[in-house]
């Protein structure tokens, strides 16, 4: 059964995206499931990734600004503040463990990838409406829920003595996998309410572009190893 295959929306933009399978199961991926990835390469990538979630969090306050009602309004500050109070602590911490400060990771300097991505997502929550937001931000908020699900499944995972194990409990465990599972709910109440059928090859298009820019943000860690 294919991950939240209940959820109307995310099941029909996956099914419509060339490159969803792509993403998931990118090599840098197979890397954190076998434990062959090289550590460079993942360091980087945990470097990039502290860049990245500032500007989500950004993306939630915009989404804030787009909504219309007040329980939207509520649920971009529960976003955001997952994002700055939770997640980026949590981040700090086991970066730590591979030797990475948090001064140093504000220090770096952007990646092409990171940009890209980053800068999509506001680019379409400034153009669009909130629908549009929440599906650009999909392809990571969902996707790296399937990717620690199917990860932590997967009888091919190397469990014993695998430097990644930790990254894949975290993304499969009981914090995040109810973020996923919420993100794709508000696609599906912002479909009922903001779209009809009319709009599904548009918000594919978002969609796909959001994915073919996370799978260069995979493929911006690999090449770094």
Not at 60 to 89: F, H, N, Q
Not at 96 to 103: D, M, P, Y
């Amino acid at each position: 059964m294919a991950y939240f295959d209940d959820l109307e929306l995310f099941t029909r933009l996956r099914a419509a995206s060339p490159s969803w399978d792509c993403y998931v199961a990118h090599p840098f991926v197979e890397g954190l499931r076998d434990g062959t990835l090289p550590e460079a390469a993942f360091r980087h990538y945990l470097g990039q990734d502290y860049l990245f979630l500032i500007h989500f969090a950004r993306a939630y306050a915009l989404s804030a600004y787009k909504a219309d009602t007040l329980s939207d309004i509520r649920d971009a500050a529960a976003g955001m503040s997952a994002i700055v109070d939770t997640e980026m602590a949590l981040h700090v911490e086991y970066c730590a463990g591979w030797g990475l400060t948090e001064s140093e990771m504000e220090a770096l300097p952007e990646a092409s990838a990171t940009m890209a991505y980053t800068r999509y997502v506001l680019e379409k929550g400034h153009q669009g409406d909130l629908l549009d937001l929440y599906v650009a931000l999909a392809p990571c908020v969902i996707g790296y829920g399937e990717i620690g699900a199917r990860l932590a499944v997967d009888p091919y995972t190397v469990r014993d003595g695998n430097p990644y194990r930790s990254w894949i409990k975290m993304y499969a465990g009981d914090d995040y996998q109810p973020a996923a599972r919420a993100h794709g709910e508000t696609l599906d109440r912002l479909w009922q309410q903001r779209a009809g059928g009319g709009r599904l090859d548009e918000l594919a298009r978002v969609f796909e572009e959001a994915t073919r820019l996370e799978a260069d943000f995979w493929q911006m860690g690999l090449d770094a190893g």
